[in-house]
């Protein structure tokens, strides 16, 4: 793969979605004088930067941010990785959406270092002469590493910058696989309304609770629901605000979590992926993760679909291998491990994603051929 050559300049003229960002292999060297990154940041970056929500909990939304706030965000998360004292950056994350503009541009800004965008899954990781870097990540990124153990082993470090969808569990087989003295994992928690809310570390074993980002506060702690937990209600300085509104003072994610104290807690789910199915309670993202090592296929995911009889209920969408269709997967392992079976299941060409891994928000799966699962 050929890496086009760009000076941090020409890279900050060009805005974050544009094609020539967002869909080819670019290098660029961020170890820059006159002024340094943040004075080109200052004077190429617009006053106010748009970005678009996913999709993936209804239809997109433009949400602004300004520009001072998104550098602010960038070196907290560069403070995050700088301990591990990193000399370069690959980052497989297009800069699109927000992690990406943050991590795979305004991060090595922030650390003056190298940066390679990979964009693709297919092809060999960059032949990069730093030995400690940080790779910036989407859920497939594990299983390319996991692919490219040679390329790992031969750093002296690899920090795993995390930001999106439930993190996959080839996370964990990658921390096993590294080893704990040379992989960590650095995960955040956010949106494109909010920007980073909290973070975690962790290079071995179940990830840790997790802790508020330093300029982010616990807004309101509601009483307790029966799980014994709340919606997760945050201030924020860098909260972003819709065309012709002003930012918010608070915001309220599509989260539930259990606080532990004034700084940290436990994540339950996002609120649109939990579902109780006859009084059992579902986490769609968990159950998505455990099918994965159960179905031999290209790609699935559970949505929540209403049902006349029982109120919620979900349906189970899965992409077959070339060649291959429903009769051909152990349905009924997935069930056992799902501990419920969905209404029904249907094979589909593909499922919509975005940059990040989440699906695309649906209101009804996709014409298909489909199996009832009762």
Known sequence: MDYAELSPGELLSLEFAAPAVTERAWHVEWDVG?????????????????FRTSGSTGESRLWRRLRENVWREAGLLADMVAPEKPEAVVSCVPPAHLFGALASVLVPAHLRVPVWHKPTFYGAMPPIEQRRVVVVATPWIFTLLLQHLA????????????????????????????????????????STEAGGIATRRWREGEPPSWTLFPD??????????????????????????????????????????????????????????????????????????????????????????????????????????????????????????????????????????????????????PTSEAEEAQ
Do not use: Q
Not at 38 to 45: A, S, T
């Open 34 to 50: 006159d002024g340094g990154p943040e004075r080109l940041v200052m004077d190429l970056l617009p006053p106010v930067i748009d």
């Open 151 to 190: 390329w790992v082993r031969e750093m002296e470090h690899v920090t795993v910058l995390y930001g999106g969808a439930m993190i996959p569990e080839t996370a964990g087989e990658f921390l096993a696989a590294a080893g704990p003295d040379r992989a960590l994992i650095v995960e955040m928690l956010g």
């Open 216 to 365: 982010v506060s616990f807004a309101e702690l509601g009483e307790p629901d029966e799980d014994d937990e709340v919606p997760l209600v945050i201030s924020s300085p860098r909260l972003a605000f819709a065309p012709g509104e002003p930012a918010p003072s608070v915001w309220e994610a599509d989260d539930r979590v259990r606080p532990l104290d004034e700084r940290r807690f436990h994540f339950a789910g996002r609120r649109s992926r939990l579902v109780k199915v006859n009084g059992r309670r579902i986490n769609l993202d968990e159950v998505e993760n455990a099918l994965r090592g159960v179905l031999d296929c290209a790609d699935l995911a559970v949505l929540p679909v209403a049902d006349r009889m029982i109120g919620e209920h979900v349906d189970l969408l899965v992409v077959p291998k070339p060649g291959g269709g429903l009769a051909d997967l152990d349905l009924a392992a997935a069930f056992e491990r799902m501990g419920v079976r969905p209404r029904r299941v249907h094979a589909v060409p593909r499922i919509e994603r975005s940059a990040l891994g989440k699906v695309r928000h649906l209101s009804t799966p």
